[in-house]
Structures are given as C-alpha cells and as structure tokens.
C-alpha cells in the first residue's frame, strides 16, 4: 500500500518537482490530473526534483473524471487540501493507501472536484492572520507527514 499525492491542474513546474522529490523520499506516488501549466519534461522541473526525478513513481491522467473512472478510489481514501476547508489536517484518520489531493497554485481545487466532495476537506491550520496559504509544494510536505504518523 502506499500514498499517493494528486496534483490538480498544477502550474508551477518548480513546485511539480519538489513535490516529486518528497514522493520520492517518503516512497509516495505523484498524481498528475491535466492540463498542467507546464511540460513534464520543463529542465525547472527536474530542477526541483534534482537528480531524484527518474525516481518518482508517477501516473498522468487527462482529467480528474478520467482518474476516478480509472483508479476508482473509494470515498475514504480522499482528503482534499483548501484553505477554506472546515476540518484541520490533524483530524483524520489517513489509511495507507490515501489520496491527497491538492489544486492548482492560484485557483485551487475546481468547484467540480471540490463541491461533492466538501465533506472530505481539510486545511493546514495556521496561526498568523497574515498569511492565508502555503506554498504548493510545503504545503504537501507537511500533509504528506503527517498521513504517515505513526506509520513509520
């Protein structure tokens, strides 16, 4: 079993990369849902991701419907990243064989992923009231860790 990181129509290929290299380093699958802001093989890219890109473990799928019909997740695996989401990141319970699911860098989640699917959001809380995201790429990290408490 293992957990996987979906990435909803990214943009920024620096954040791809570094997002990769975390797959990489806690032995997570990157899922990539098209259009993506860039072209897989962008040199910032690898960049990012350094030399352990040809590591990652990585699946592209056309759409987000074209994920769901092929993956065929079940309802518990997902957990939705939004900062306006009601529940924090620390509540869940994540089984190994979880899908976290981040939206774009500058629009989030589309209302068509994020709307029937409210009820499986989280955020990252955060105590400053100056801040109100995270980037991409540590935003992530940190989830990524913390589905894996306990786990290791």
């Known amino acids: 079993m293992s957990i996987h990181i979906v990435l909803v129509q990214p943009e920024i290929p620096g954040n791809t990369g570094a997002v990769g290299r975390t797959c990489v380093a806690l032995d997570m699958e990157l899922v990539l849902i098209h259009p993506l802001g860039f072209e897989i093989s962008d040199k910032r890219v690898k960049r990012s991701g350094l030399d352990y890109w040809p590591h990652v473990r990585m699946a592209e799928f056309a759409s987000w419907d074209a994920f769901l019909s092929e993956r065929a997740p079940r309802e518990d695996q997902l957990f939705l990243f939004e900062e306006y989401a ?15 699911v981040f939206g774009s860098e500058t629009k989030g989640l589309p209302a068509a992923i994020a709307q029937p699917l409210a009820h499986r959001m989280v955020h990252l809380p955060m105590r400053s009231e100056h801040i109100r995201s995270l980037n991409l790429a540590n935003t992530v ?8 408490r306990g786990k290791f």
């Not at 009601?86 to 976290?100: H, K, M, Q, W």
């Open 86 to 100: 009601a529940r924090s990141f620390y509540e869940p319970e994540y089984p190994g064989d979880a899908y976290l």
């Open 141 to 148: 990290t940190a989830a990524a860790y913390q589905a894996l």
